[in-house]
Structures are given as structure tokens and as C-alpha cells.
T-cell receptor, first 114, second 112 residues
Framework: AQTVTQSQPEMSVQEAETVTLSCTYD???????LFWYKQPPSRQMILVIR??????QNATENRFSVNFQKAAKSFSLKISDSQLGDTAMYFC???????????FGKGTRLHILP | SQTIHQWPATLVQPVGSPLSLECTVE??????LYWYRQAAGRGLQLLFY??????ISSEVPQNLSASRPQDRQFILSSKKLLLSDSGFYLC???????????FGSGTRLTVV
């Protein structure tokens, strides 16, 4: 069975600091994708970043980057120069190529403090 | 471009009443469609998914059912709501897993 674990239920950082959210996953599949979703107070789910498992290069989207460690099955999200608008729940997610379903972690609630 | 619409945004229903939540996708054909529930502001639980008209797979036995009467329409229903059905319901679609999901804006359901 596939699982996604986010060990940090809640975090707080000061504005402009860098923060890293942790995620580990488990799957026996070799072909999969990893995602980070953001859910702000509006509760709209927004895709932040995606990573193909077959790519060694870590994905980057502006201030958001990942540290993908395939052997360790780790997929952390780094937010640089954090902004108040980054305050949200962040979900790590795993998608398998053999079906189109995505499995979500339980989320990390991130507070950016002014 | 593709868009997903979900309604209503908020719903307060008495225990024992029926439920119908609707989700439609525009700008694509034959999408995979999903219903998730998010309780207490935490994780997402997959309730139903559909890969085509009339094809529904249930992930969790419960008081809810889903239907897909048209290619881009996905409906979540209940004949008699329970208090435990309260939560935030999200509809999502994709064509392939590699691009993740696109989510609707959600329905906040409160059963009283």
C-alpha cells in the first residue's frame, strides 16, 4: 500500500525566513509523481510544485523548491523568503502512473508571522 | 482552458434530509473525476472516482453515493444525511496523474 507521511502538523516562521516542510512516502512502484499542494484559508487547493520520480533534478517554482531524495523516499518543500500569503495548509501527495489517483498526506499547517 | 465548477459553496442541511452536490468540468473530454472529503481542516479522504460515464468506484463504504450521468458531470448524493457527513467536499479532475489534480472550490456542508 502507498502512504504519505507529513510529520509536522503545524509550523510557524517569521516573514522573510526560509522554511522547510517534511514529507516521506512509501511505494513499491518505480513510476510515480510527487506533488505539493497549498490550501489557503479560502480552502481552494492549489498545486505548488510537482516532481517526476524519474528525474533526479529537483523541481523549482520561484520561491518554492523541493529536495527529492528517492532512495530515502523523502520529498521536502522549501519556501524561501516566506511571505504572509504563504500562510496555508500544505499537503504532500503521491500519484502512481498505473492509476490516476493521488494519495495525500495529512498536511502541515504553516503560519507566516509578520 | 479547462475549468471546474462545484456548487453550492455552502450548505446547511438537517439530519435525515437528502443531499446533492454537483461538479462539472469544461474544456476537456473524458476526464477522470474525484470526490474528496476533508474533515476538521485536515487530510483529504477519497470518496469516489470515475473514469467514464456510469463508471463509479467507491473507496469508503458510507452513507454517500456518486453518479456520472454525463461525461463532464459528477454528482455526490445522499438519501438521508447523518451528522457525521458534515465536512468540506472537494471535486477534482485530471486526465493523467502526472499533472496532478485540478480542484473545484469546494462545498462546506454542515448537517444540523
Amino acid at each position: 500500500a502507498q502512504t504519505v507521511t507529513q510529520s509536522q502538523p503545524e509550523m510557524s516562521v517569521q516573514e522573510a525566513e526560509t522554511v522547510t516542510l517534511s514529507c516521506t512516502y512509501d511505494t513499491s512502484e518505480s513510476n510515480y509523481y510527487l506533488f505539493w499542494y497549498k490550501q489557503p484559508p479560502s480552502r481552494q487547493m492549489i498545486l505548488v510544485i510537482r516532481q517526476e520520480a524519474y528525474k533526479q533534478q529537483n523541481a523549482t517554482e520561484n520561491r518554492f523548491s523541493v529536495n527529492f531524495q528517492k532512495a530515502a523516499k523523502s520529498f521536502s518543500l522549501k519556501i524561501s523568503d516566506s511571505q504572509l500569503g504563504d500562510t496555508a495548509m500544505y499537503f504532500c501527495a503521491l500519484g502512481l502512473n498505473r492509476d490516476d489517483k493521488i494519495i495525500f498526506g495529512k498536511g502541515t499547517r504553516l503560519h507566516i508571522l509578520p | 482552458s479547462q475549468t471546474i465548477h462545484q456548487w453550492p459553496a455552502t450548505l446547511v442541511q438537517p439530519v435525515g434530509s437528502p443531499l446533492s452536490l454537483e461538479c462539472t468540468v469544461e474544456g476537456t473530454s473524458n476526464p477522470n473525476l474525484y470526490w474528496y472529503r476533508q474533515a476538521a481542516g485536515r487530510g483529504l479522504q477519497l470518496l469516489f472516482y470515475s473514469v467514464g460515464i456510469g463508471q463509479i468506484s467507491s473507496e469508503v463504504p458510507q452513507n454517500l453515493s456518486a453518479s456520472r450521468p454525463q461525461d463532464r458531470q459528477f454528482i455526490l448524493s445522499s438519501k438521508k444525511l447523518l451528522l457525521s457527513d458534515s465536512g468540506f467536499y472537494l471535486c477534482a479532475w485530471n486526465r493523467q496523474v502526472n499533472y496532478g489534480y485540478t480542484f473545484g472550490s469546494g462545498t462546506r456542508l454542515t448537517v444540523v
